[in-house]
């Protein structure tokens, strides 16, 4: 029906991990005595596919399992299968126990292999058939067998529900409820990689997700063969449908949401009393959802009612379309309502119906933007670039494909539109204009709009408007996207006719902008009463004018990273990804995601650093190579002092990103100073620090890092200095740029930082006890903004230097501090650092007791991989690509994929993140392991 058989086990792939492990225990157990195991979902949620596993499992093990599916059409001769299985099963049960011994009949109970029946869509069961389902959870007879049934709860019937829910509650009964999947796991259902938007509009549920990219491969290709297996699905849970049902099914498909019994009865062309009975039908079979608001009603879901409209004959669809407009308008329903109706319903189209199909478009683009699209796309047919209505259109399109991420459409609209000499407002023009400009720097794109913006700018008729400001601000946004500064001679004027306007948004945007320009000119006390009036005044402006300009939550968390403020960088970004999430603006996540990474980094937190950057790695990974190179930088940076010593995945991380960043032929936002800087501290922990100088003076052209970032040049002076320390090179020429820069910019990370450049160059000229104390004046500085893995490193190198004087019992006091600091961000090779290089004892992130048992139990699970399994687990944890693994090893990615599956399978886990943990568990186990 709506999802997949259980014979269909060949794409079967386990995400729900914890359901099936819990399934796997319960149907295992040992005992005679079965049980009744309720698996409830919403339709599409993956009952089939977690019970597919299940099954696939025991014929794997020669384990006996049966499976039945119900359907409304046959299910009488299911269900009586079903019960002469579990007849016979308890004749053989009573036949055993009469004939055996005793002590046979309790080796019997403890044998594992009962059997295993499975009800499909119990809930379409016969009533006789539900009574012994009933008896069957109140354990009137007890089972010899377990019977796993699945639901769905709206359609259970309520003496089915009601046995399941008291005998669950007493134990007799187990109950999985299914919710919702998360991205991840969808991610992993889905045979293509599905962008945000389409993961969004699922709901969780992988059939939706499958669905939805079916329906836009057939919108691009023009051929319906791709969506051919879901309208299938819909057709075989309708077929059974009488005539007034399907028309009244057809009818709310039309209406969609939100319409009452007498709406429906009108546009289906019904009898009043004959619809109120469809109704109630398509209720009972879940076809039709009741809304909160008791007299309203929704079709099931909206990829359910998009299928279903692709199977309506198109012209009882049109005149449905048009009875619904006439209803809705004759009601004074609002523009949003009847805006599907006017665009679904075009034949003779009038200059009054485009008009309000642009309305209605701009109204609900804050709440669907895909849905904008589709009933923006026919305007553009029916209007010339060259009409007042066209122009409007194509502008208001332009803005929907900017949200999605389209540019290259977005920008063709603007272009068409300012060329087409359109009577169009010219403050409308300027507003799109500056949008997409914004739009364009979020995804580090071309530049194709700031000729035309800088064109805008120079309009004395725009000086005076309300969007100046927006202007300035756009073009400010693009030239600190691209690693310079706005001037204040154009953002000073602008930030006052905003606060004028009362527009907050834009007003925080240019504070941004300025303390940014404050922190190059080294005014730090500036910069941040610019950055903290930035923050407050986005404090205050609610999440929907949020949405429009979430580039000003992107300066301010930029501006206060650069002050060393993480924890405020990271509630500003962390706000902005929660409303890009939620209004549908997945092309900012990418960059709000790299920008969380960096910040959560900071602040030592370092694995939700890591998953940050994972999830900008997804989001970015088809339209935006830029930041995909970044966020895989970012991630090798969080894995330097995370990873298991020796495991050398930062260093694989940082190669690729590397790779891609030369692949792009552009410096990306400082991606390639963030992975040299990961490979050089790789070779310096791996005991090469004359390689680790090579490679940082090589990536800054020399000792002046001029073409570094200057937000990274700090941290690479400050390597330099302490590999060039180990290797007995020179430190003075890198200490002294080192305390210029930091004068030059005064924030406490750069001043922190700079001490420690002093502490290397001091112990170098034979002074430890003052390197000591610039050591720990770094890690104070350190620990007062927040930064916990560079205030232990510090207090590792204090700890050297306490050392080198004899100090003994200082040192192991100052390492026991750095360890306990470092043990809370789970840096598992600084703790191993502290260890080697300050003589204390070696350390590793000890699990909890309950943790204890979870790591050995991992071992037993990688000892059961082959030694290919291993190799090919460890590459993809290291984040390389199927493809990249196949060149390496010389396979096919067919054999790629085979591993992969078994290696899913024996761990577990059902992707590359589980399996990276899992694998990370393991190693920490084995050195927790060893010190016993």
């Not at 299968?81 to 004749?91: D, E």
């Not at 059939?207 to 023009?222: K, P």
């Not at 059974?240 to 009865?265: C, G, K, N, T, V």
């Not at 991380?653 to 100073?673: C, E, I, M, R």
Request: neutral net charge; contains cysteine.
């Amino acid at each position: 029906m709506y999802e997949d058989r259980l014979t269909d086990t060949a794409s079967t792939r386990v995400v729900r991990t914890a359901e099936f492990d819990l399934l796997r225990s319960l149907t295992q157990e040992p005992g005679s005595e079965g049980r009744l195991i309720a698996v409830l979902g919403e339709p599409g949620s993956g009952k089939t596919h977690l019970l597919s596993a299940l099954v696939r499992e025991r014929q794997w093990t020669a384990l006996p399992a049966t499976v039945y599916r119900c359907s409304s059409g046959d299910r009488e001769r299911a269900m009586n299968a079903v019960r002469k299985l579990l007849w016979r099963a308890r004749r053989a049960g009573e036949r055993e126990e009469g004939d055996r011994p005793v002590i046979g009949l309790a080796r019997r109970r403890h044998r594992p292999d009962r059997e295993l029946v499975v009800i499909e869509d119990a809930h379409l069961a016969d009533d006789q058939t539900i009574g012994e389902l009933v008896g069957i959870a109140g354990g009137d007879p007890a089972p010899l067998v377990d019977v796993i049934v699945s639901l769905r709860p709206r359609q259970t019937p309520d003496r089915l529900a009601e046995a399941v829910s008291v005998t669950a509650a007493f134990g007799r009964t187990v109950r999985i409820e299914l919710g919702p999947l998360d991205d991840e796991q969808m991610l992993a259902m889905s045979p293509v990689p599905a962008p945000y938007e389409l993961r969004h509009r699922s709901g969780g549920n992988p059939f939706n997700l499958r669905a939805l990219q079916a329906l836009e491969h057939s919108a691009r290709s023009g051929g319906d063969g791709a969506l051919a297996p879901y309208e299938f699905a819909v057709m075989s849970e309708v077929r059974d449908l009488a005539l007034a049902e399907r028309y009244a099914l057809h009818a709310a498909a039309i209406l969609r949401s939100r319409f009452d019994a007498d709406l429906l009865a009108e546009v289906a062309e019904l009898d009043p009393l004959v619809a109120s009975a469809a109704l109630r039908r398509l209720v009972r079979r879940d076809l039709v959802r009741v809304e909160p608001i008791g007299t309203l009603f929704s079709i099931r879901d909206e990829v359910f009612g998009t299928l279903l409209r692709q199977m309506i004959d198109p012209c009882w669809a049109a005149q449905a379309h048009q009875r619904a407009l006439h209803r809705l308008s004759a009601r004074g329903q609002a523009g949003t309502q009847i805006g599907f109706h006017l665009v679904s319903s075009l034949s003779r189209a009038r200059a009054s119906e485009l008009a309000q199909i642009v309305d209605a478009s701009q109204e609900i683009m804050e709440t669907d933007v895909s849905e904008c699209v589709s009933w923006l796309t026919p305007v553009l047919g029916e209007a010339p670039a060259s009409t007042e209505i066209g122009a409007r259109a194509r502008l208001a399109l332009s803005t929907a494909f900017g949200r999605l991420g389209r540019m290259a459409e977005s920008r063709d609209l603007l272009f068409v539109v300012h060329e087409s000499g359109a009577a169009v407002d010219p403050a409308a023009l300027a507003e799109q204009v500056a949008f997409v400009s914004v739009v364009e720097g979020v995804l580090s794109q071309d530049v194709q709009t700031l000729d035309l913006l800088g064109d805008l700018l120079r309009r004395p008729d725009l000086r005076d408007s309300p969007v100046w400001p927006r202007l300035v601000l756009a073009r400010g946004f693009r030239v600190s996207m691209l690693g310079r500064t706005a001037g204040r001679a154009e953002t000073e004027p602008a930030l006052r006719a905003a606060r004028a306007a009362g527009d907050d948004p834009v007003a925080a945007g240019l504070l941004g902008l300025g303390a940014l320009a404050s922190v190059a000119a080294g005014d730090v006390e500036r910069a941040l009463a610019e950055a903290d009036a930035a923050a407050e005044s986005l404090d205050r402006t609610p999440e929907h004018l949020m949405a429009r300009h979430i580039e000003c939550l992107l300066l301010a968390g930029l501006a206060y990273i650069y002050l060393g403020r993480n924890a405020d960088a990271q509630r500003q970004v962390g706000r902005g990804v929660e409303i890009a999430r939620r209004r549908q603006r997945p092309f900012l996540l990418p960059t709000l995601l790299v920008l969380l990474s960096e910040a959560e980094r900071h602040l030592g937190r370092l694995r939700q650093a890591r998953d940050a950057a994972d999830a900008a790695i997804v989001e970015s990974d088809a339209g935006n190579p830029l930041r995909h190179a970044q966020a895989v930088a970012l991630k090798s940076a969080a894995e330097v002092w995370m990873q298991p010593p020796g495991s050398g995945r930062a260093k694989s991380l940082a190669q690729q990103a590397l790779a891609q960043q030369a692949l792009t032929g552009a410096h990306v936002n400082g991606s390639a100073s963030i992975a040299a800087l990961t490979l050089a501290k790789c070779a310096w922990l791996d005991g090469d620090p004359a390689h680790c100088v090579t490679l940082l003076l090589n990536e800054g052209r020399g000792a002046d890092m001029r073409v570094i970032p200057s937000g990274s040049r700090l941290t690479i002076w400050e390597t330099l200095c302490a590999a060039g320390m180990d290797a007995g090179m020179p430190l003075d020429d890198w200490a002294r740029r080192a305390q210029e820069h930091a004068q030059a910019v005064p924030v406490p990370p750069n001043l922190a930082y700079a001490a420690m450049t002093r502490g290397h160059l001091l112990r170098v000229q034979g002074s430890p006890g003052e390197a000591v104390r610039c050591y720990r004046e770094a890690a104070d500085l350190f620990a007062s903004v927040g930064m916990p893995v560079e205030q232990s490193y510090a207090l590792g190198q204090a700890a050297r230097a306490l050392g080198e004087q004899g100090r003994a019992e200082q040192a192991a006091h100052t390492v026991r501090l750095a360890a306990e600091i470092a043990r809370r961000s789970e840096a598992v090779t600084l703790l191993d650092w502290l260890g080697r290089r300050t003589g204390g004892p070696p350390a590793a992130v000890a699990p909890h007791s309950g943790a204890r048992q979870e790591v050995f139990g991992r071992l037993e699970v990688f000892g059961r991989l082959t030694h290919r399994e291993r190799e090919i687990a460890l590459l993809i944890c290291s984040g390389m690509k199927r493809r990249d693994i196949a060149d390496r090893l010389t396979i096919s990615m067919r054999t790629v994929d085979v591993h992969l599956t078994r290696i899913y399978r024996k761990t577990g886990v059902s992707s590359r993140m589980e399996l990276a943990l899992a694998i990370q568990r393991k190693t920490a186990g084995q050195e927790y392991a060893a010190r016993f």
